[in-house]
C-alpha cells in the first residue's frame, strides 16, 4: 500500500488531521468515508476535491466509503439561507442518488472484486425508522452543549453580528446527526475515518467524539484544504453558476474552458489535485510551462486531464477542437464538424438575428445579411462601405457586395457566421 498521507501533502490536499492517523493507514486496509449532498441530480466541481480525496484513498489501497445524504437532504439547509437545498422527497433522492453513483463510477472502482472496492451508502436508510426520542436519548446524552458549543463554526454563528436571526435549534444540532453516520458506518461498515473539507472539522471530530464514548472505538480525522483561486473569485463558479459534472447541465466544451482559462498559479496548483498524474511528470509540465507560459501547456494538460476523466476522451477531443477553431486555416470544414451545443458554447454572448427559411430560400443578398434584415450594422450604406473595404467574411472568407448567401453557407443547416473585420461577429440563424 502506499502512503495515503504522504500523497496527500505532495499534492497540497492535507490540512489537517488526527494524530497517529498515518499509523493507522500504514497498519492494514482501512474504511474511510466522505459526505455528499444529494440535492441535485448531479455533482459539481466543488465536489470534486473530496472526491479525489476518495480516489487516491482507493488508489493507495484502501477502502473508500461515498456517503449520500438522504436525511439530511431531507432537512435541506440547516441554516435556512440556502435556495440550492430545498427539502427533497424519497423517490427524487433515490434519483439523484444513482446520478451520483453514476459519477463517482469515473473515479472510484464499485465494481471490483477486491476487499478495497468503493461502496455507496445512504443516510437516510439508517435515519428514517430513529425516532426522535430514541436519538435524544441513545446519542445526544453523549455530548454535551458546552462540547457542541465550543466548535468554531457555531461560535462563529453565535457571536456573528450579522446573523441578527441567531441559530436554528436544526442547524445547531447538525453535527449531532452527522457524528451519528460516523459511528454507525464505524460499527456497520469497520469505517474508522471521515474525509472533508476543512470546514467539516467541528462536525467529523464530534463523529470521533461519539466513536470513543459509545462504540469504544478511535475514530480518526483528515481534511483538506478549500480551494480558492488567487484572483480571489469563487472555485467553481462561472457566470451561468456551478460548474456542474453533468454534461446536460454544464456541456464538456465549458467544462474544458473552466480549467484552460485557469491562471498560471491556479493552474499549478490544480493539477496537482485534480489529475492523477504523479509527482514527476507533473514537475516536468510545469518546468517546461515556465519555459514557454504562452503556450499554456499547464492548463492545456490540466483541462485534458479533468475532461477526459469527468466526461470521455472523445470529448475531450470536441473541446479542444472547439477550441482551436476560431484559429483554424480550414474553420469552414471545421465548424461543421461541431454538433449545435457546441457551436452555441462557442459562439455564447455573440449577436443574432433571425432569418425565415422562406426569406432565405429567396436569396439573401450581402447587405440585407449584414442591414436591412438583421440590423447588424447600422445601414445599408455602413455594409456597402465594409464590403467595399474587403472587411466582411462569411464562415471566415472574405465576400464581396454580389456575393449571395446559400444553403451551401449553413453550418447545421441553420447557422451563418459573419464578421465584420476582426472584432465583430454575428450569427444569422435560418428557421
Known amino acids: 500500500m502506499k502512503n495515503f498521507i504522504e500523497e496527500l501533502e505532495w499534492r497540497g490536499m492535507l490540512h489537517q488531521s488526527m494524530p497517529g492517523v498515518e499509523e493507522h493507514l500504514l497498519e492494514a486496509m482501512r474504511s474511510a468515508y466522505v ?49 440550492e437545498r430545498n427539502l427533497l422527497d424519497e423517490k427524487t433522492l433515490r434519483h439523484n442518488q444513482e446520478s451520483i453513483k453514476k459519477q463517482l463510477s469515473h473515479f472510484l472502482d464499485f465494481e471490483s472484486n477486491d476487499a478495497n472496492a468503493a461502496v455507496l451508502v445512504n443516510n437516510y436508510d439508517w435515519m428514517k425508522d430513529f425516532s426522535f426520542l430514541e436519538f435524544i436519548r441513545d446519542v445526544g446524552k453523549h455530548i454535551t452543549v458546552n462540547y457542541m458549543m465550543a466548535k468554531d463554526s457555531v461560535k462563529s454563528r453565535i457571536s456573528s453580528e450579522s446573523d441578527s436571526e441567531g441559530m436554528s435549534f436544526t442547524e445547531f444540532t447538525y453535527q449531532l446527526v452527522q457524528g451519528y453516520d460516523f459511528l454507525h458506518l ?72 473552466y480549467w484552460l482559462n485557469s491562471s498560471d498559479e491556479d493552474a499549478e496548483k490544480y493539477i496537482k489535485i485534480f489529475t492523477f498524474l504523479n509527482e514527476e511528470e507533473i514537475n516536468e509540465i510545469i518546468r517546461s510551462h515556465k519555459e514557454a507560459p504562452h503556450l499554456r501547456a499547464l492548463q492545456k494538460r490540466l483541462a485534458e486531464e479533468i475532461t477526459t476523466m469527468v466526461h470521455s476522451k472523445d470529448d475531450f477531443e470536441n473541446a479542444e477542437r472547439a477550441s482551436n477553431i476560431l484559429f483554424s486555416k480550414t474553420f469552414k470544414e471545421d465548424i461543421k464538424t461541431l454538433d449545435e451545443t457546441t457551436f452555441l458554447d462557442v ?38 462601405r465594409a464590403l467595399k473595404e474587403n472587411s466582411v467574411s462569411v464562415n471566415k472568407e472574405k465576400v464581396t457586395e454580389d456575393y449571395r448567401l446559400s444553403a451551401d453557407d449553413l453550418i447545421n443547416n441553420t447557422y451563418i457566421i459573419l464578421n465584420k473585420g476582426r472584432r465583430n461577429t454575428y450569427i444569422i440563424k435560418v428557421e
Request: glycine share 14%; hydrophobic share 30%.
Open 35 to 83: 459526505g455528499f449532498d444529494p440535492t441535485a441530480d448531479s455533482l459539481h466541481i466543488g465536489n470534486l476535491v473530496p472526491i479525489m480525496l476518495l480516489a487516491h484513498y482507493q488508489r493507495c489501497g484502501h477502502k473508500p466509503v461515498a456517503l449520500v445524504g438522504g436525511a439530511t437532504g431531507m432537512i435541506g439547509d440547516p441554516s435556512g439561507k440556502s435556495s
Open 347 to 384: 459562439f455564447e454572448g455573440v449577436p443574432q438575428a433571425h432569418i425565415s427559411r422562406s426569406d432565405f430560400d429567396e436569396g439573401l443578398d450581402m447587405i440585407g445579411a449584414l442591414a436591412a434584415k438583421t440590423n447588424f450594422l447600422n445601414s445599408n450604406g455602413e455594409a456597402r
Open 186 to 257: 464505524y460499527k456497520e461498515n469497520q469505517c474508522t475515518i471521515q474525509m472533508g473539507g476543512s470546514d467539516q472539522w467541528g462536525n467529523i471530530t464530534t463523529g470521533t467524539e461519539l466513536i470513543r464514548r459509545i462504540g469504544n472505538g478511535k475514530g480518526f480525522a483528515i481534511t483538506c484544504p478549500l480551494i480558492t483561486k488567487s484572483d480571489g473569485s469563487k472555485f467553481g463558479k462561472s457566470e451561468g453558476g456551478n460548474v456542474w459534472l453533468d454534461a446536460k447541465r454544464t456541456s464538456p466544451y465549458k467544462f474544458y474552458q
